[in-house]
Structures are given as C-alpha cells and as structure tokens.
Nanobody, 115 residues
Framework: QVQLVESGGGLVQSGGSLRLSCAAS????????MGWYRQVPGKQRELVAT???????NYGDSVKGRFTVSRDYSKNTMFLQMNTLKPEDTAVYYC?????????WGQGTQVTVSS
C-alpha cells in the first residue's frame, strides 16, 4: 500500500520559514519523480516544486529563489524548505510521487502565513 505522509505545516509569520517533509512508503522511492503542489479553496492545484529520480529540480515561478526541494534516498523522504514566506503562500501543500502511469498523492498539510 502506497503512503505519502506530509508533515511540517503550520502557522508562521510573513518572512518566516517552514520545512515540509513527505515520507514515502510502498513505492520504490529511488525511481519516482517527487513533487510538491499546493491548493487554495476555489483554485486549481498548482506546481510548487518537483525533483526527479536523478535529483533535477523545477520550481513554480512564484517560489523560485525562496523554496528548495530535496530528497533523502536513505529515508525515502522528500523535503521542501520554504523561506521568506508570504501570505500568498497560504495553502494546503500536497506531496506527489509519479512514475510512468503511477501517480500518488498525500493527504496534504496546511501552511498558513500571517501578515
């Protein structure tokens, strides 16, 4: 059974930092591309950052230079370091694991940035 469990969300003031984690189980972590997406009620889910099996990264325009995605193959875990947070970063953040036709999602973790 595939499980993606996000943690690390919470309430932070504008300008602050948070580090999200996504612990994966039930998949061969090393072959999956992993990603973070976020969603605000009433809006489409948007890309935050992705990291391929080989470690190549890609970021959404709104987070470039502020967020950093990484992965620890020994712990089957992906991270998202979020710095200089803004109120518009407030959303539910979802972990994604993708390989060929396999596409898995976590339950999400809430990030709230107060002004």
């Amino acid at each position: 059974q595939v499980q993606l469990v996000e943690s690390g969300g919470g309430l932070v003031q504008s300008g602050g930092s948070l580090r999200l984690s996504c612990a994966a189980s039930g998949i061969i972590f090393s072959i999956y591309s992993m990603g973070w997406y976020r969603q605000v009620p009433g809006k489409q889910r948007e890309l935050v950052a992705t990291i391929t099996a080989g470690g190549n990264t890609n970021y959404g325009d709104s987070v470039k230079g502020r967020f950093t995605v990484s992965r620890d193959y020994s712990k089957n875990t992906m991270f998202l370091q979020m710095n200089t947070l803004k109120p518009e970063d407030t959303a539910v953040y979802y972990c994604n694991a993708r390989w060929r036709t396999y596409d898995h999602w976590g339950q999400g973790t809430q990030v709230t940035v107060s002004s």
